[in-house]
């Protein structure tokens, strides 16, 4: 087989000899893969002129949809890329964290969409106001950059590698180029051509390159993105790319990197937080073979449990049954290749120098296959000593199923051990004091991009130590990249470009498709509870009537709500404080306002479901006058669950209770469901 590349728009085999894959569990040749003659320049034109323009005409809304039809679209495929990821030498929890954690990553970015404007681009943040009579401000808005994201991903997870980064550029509205590694890109590969075989996504949203990719970053500009996940020293070099330096191209990096667990001193032999340290670090010696960019390298432990970790860990390595993952009862699969079996070995060589083995097999036994011809690799366990001075273990990483225990006097010690690491993706504490893990997160945060938490009463929900969550950032400072993927919102941010606009609050208005505060207001004949989703403006404004507060009004709200604060009701004890009599409850203004802006009879407006933003600006005392403008702020559009749902929108009203010398006394944004026109969609 030898592998194609998706180039604008279709599949074209690559030119020469190619790079030879093999199944790493048989050590037979599957194909070949090359990108030899690939035209980089007119691939990103292609990108940027074809699926980049179809994504910014795209909302985010729209966008959010995509993904989730994609990710159910690949949901009922996911089974048969499983026999393709065993010859990766992944069992079948190593694939499933691969496959579905992937696509589970689709579906994490499909719901964020309800997080972003209905529109095309990111309305972010307050409005600034830079003039005394609010006639001048200031909105910053985020806008899809113009240009392709370029993704060179690493070996170890083939499918999620790639679905993490693209579930974000795609949402942000930017096409991608994907190159993943040419160890085990016939897995990148299945599933890439049924993604672009199910129509979903616009033609040029993505393309693949399936070689080494040489000269992929040659032609990028400043407005396109390169993210790089592999070695540190790789990326680094990467990263000073002429054209990424001159360009000032944003290129994030996520390395792998030497993560250390920390055993707390309170969780003894005995404790369940013992237990799980030990269950912790075993699985990640042996999940994907050690392979994770994740997992645990030192393993710092208080120095007078040293013997009792080495054992009880030694005793579940014992158990590991290691051979050809698709075989029942097969725990532990192989390296990627026989090449990274060979620079494992490379490193375990260096590490070996300085720390003492405690645990290693040279001749052990491989369950349904022969261990010579595939990539098979046993679990080494190191003991450093003394981590203060020996800094093999905090320089060395051995990429497979290798870690190092390290002895600690105390947490501060501790602290500073997996600092000697410079930067990590990930710690992690093993702890049910609430002082240790206070100390241990407040010193280690610098150095750390992800800390795990980890005790009893969380263990049966943890998502353990070594797993990335799509709404959380993935990165590291120092040797781990100093980049950040994935993060929710913060990753969809850096596919966009934030822009300060200025100006009046009207023109900000028409810009930014949210009403600013101080815009012309549109009054219209019809109260806007009578009008349908599609029918409302932004802008659109409903002027109340009024009403004169009375210390009635007080009295009834404080027996009716039970708050009987003394500013509200004890007009002797208001010496020294701001008010200058008995002052209204914040939440009577809002009530009434409800009372003064709704229409009460049955029309589209569904149901009020949320307040946003509740502030009170002026104390509102007996004899004053209030009124309400009431203003769609924003309009979200929402899909339709089923066929026997309602179609409707989320319509954002400004709740903006002003009194009698026009002042703002309060104001407060109001959620509300509205039934759309058009029942179809």
Avoid at 379 to 385: D, G, Y
Wanted: proline share 4%.
């Amino acid at each position: 087989m030898n592998l194609p590349n998706y180039i604008q728009g279709q599949w074209l085999a690559h030119d020469g000899a190619g790079i030879a894959q093999f199944n790493a569990v048989t050590g037979e040749q599957i194909g070949t893969c090359g990108s030899e003659g690939l035209d980089y320049a007119a691939m990103r034109t292609f990108a940027v002129n074809s699926g980049g323009a179809a994504l910014r005409k795209m909302t985010f809304q729209e966008r959010g949809l995509m993904l989730k039809k994609l990710a159910l679209h690949m949901h009922g495929l996911r089974k048969k890329y499983y026999p393709i990821s065993s010859m990766t030498g992944a069992t079948k929890v190593d694939s499933w964290i691969d496959i579905d954690g992937g696509i589970g990553t689709l579906f994490a970015y499909a719901s964020l969409r309800r997080k972003f404007n209905n529109a095309p681009f990111f309305v972010d943040g307050e409005t600034v106001n830079l003039s005394k009579e609010g006639t001048f401000k200031a909105q910053h808005i985020m806008v899809p950059k113009r240009g392709v994201a370029i993704h060179i991903n690493a070996f170890n997870f083939p499918i999620w590698g790639m679905l993490e980064k693209i579930a974000v550029n795609l949402l942000a509205g930017m096409p991608a180029i994907v190159k993943p590694s040419e160890v085990t890109s016939f897995l990148t590969k299945a599933f890439f051509e049924d993604m672009i075989a199910s129509g979903i996504l616009p033609e040029g949203a993505l393309q693949l390159v399936n070689g080494s990719g040489v000269g992929i970053i040659d032609h990028v500009t400043h407005q396109d993105v390169v993210t790089f996940t592999g070695s540190a020293h790789t990326g680094r070099k990467l990263k000073n790319h002429p054209v990424i330096l001159n360009e000032s191209v944003l290129f994030n990096m996520e390395a792998d990197s030497l993560n250390a667990a920390v055993l707390g001193p309170d969780a003894v032999p005995g404790t369940a937080e013992f237990n799980l340290f030990v269950k912790e670090v075993h699985r990640e010696m042996t999940v994907k073979t050690g392979q994770k960019c994740t997992a645990i390298r030192r393993i710092l432990v208080p120095e007078n449990l040293v013997e009792e970790v080495q054992k009880a860990l030694g005793a579940r390595l014992d158990k590991t049954t290691i051979g050809d993952p698709t075989v029942e009862g097969v725990r532990m699969g192989t390296l990627a290749s026989k090449l990274q079996v060979d620079r494992c070995r490379e490193q375990i060589a260096k590490l070996a120098q300085d720390n003492e083995v405690i645990y290693a097999k040279d001749n052990f036994d491989v369950v349904g296959a022969d261990r010579e011809k595939g990539a098979f690799i046993a679990p080494t366990l190191f003991l450093n000593t003394n981590p203060l001075e020996n800094m093999s273990s905090h320089e060395v990483e051995a990429f497979g199923p290798v870690s190092t225990i390290m002895p600690y006097k105390n947490l501060e010690e501790a602290t500073h051990i997996a600092s000697l690491g410079k930067g990590s993706l990930v710690s992690s504490i093993v702890t049910n004091d609430k002082a240790v893990a206070n100390e241990y997160v407040a010193a280690a945060a610098p150095y750390h991009g992800r800390i795990l938490i980890l005790n009893e009463a969380c263990a049966a929900e943890s998502t353990g130590h070594g797993s990335p969550m799509p709404l959380l950032s993935h990165g590291g400072p120092g040797r781990a990249g100093g980049g950040e993927e994935m993060g929710g919102m913060r990753g969809v941010k850096h596919y966009l470009q934030r822009t300060a606009i200025q100006g009046h609050p009207t023109m900000l208005t028409a810009v930014s498709g949210v009403y600013q505060y101080g815009s012309e207001h549109i009054e219209k004949d019809v109260h806007v509870f009578r009008k349908h989703f599609e029918e409302l403006e932004i802008g659109e404004t409903v002027f109340t009537h009024k009403h004169t507060v009375s210390e009635s009004d007080i009295v009834n709200f404080a027996n009716v709500s039970g708050d009987n604060f003394y500013a509200h009701m004890d007009a002797t004890s208001l010496e020294g404080t701001i008010f200058e009599q008995r002052v209204a409850h914040g939440y009577f203004i809002l009530s009434k306002a409800a009372g003064l802006f709704v229409d009460p009879k049955k029309g589209p407006v569904l149901l009020n479901y949320g307040i946003d933003e509740a502030r009170f600006t002026k104390p509102v005392y007996p004899g004053m006058t209030i009124g309400v403008r009431f203003t769609v702020k924003e309009k979200i559009d929402q899909e339709k669950k089923s066929e026997e749902d309602i179609a409707k929108g989320i319509v954002k009203f400004l709740v903006d209770v002003y009194d009698e010398t026009g002042e703002t006394v309060a104001l407060a944004t109001i959620l509300t469901m509205v039934k759309k026109i058009d029942q179809s969609n």
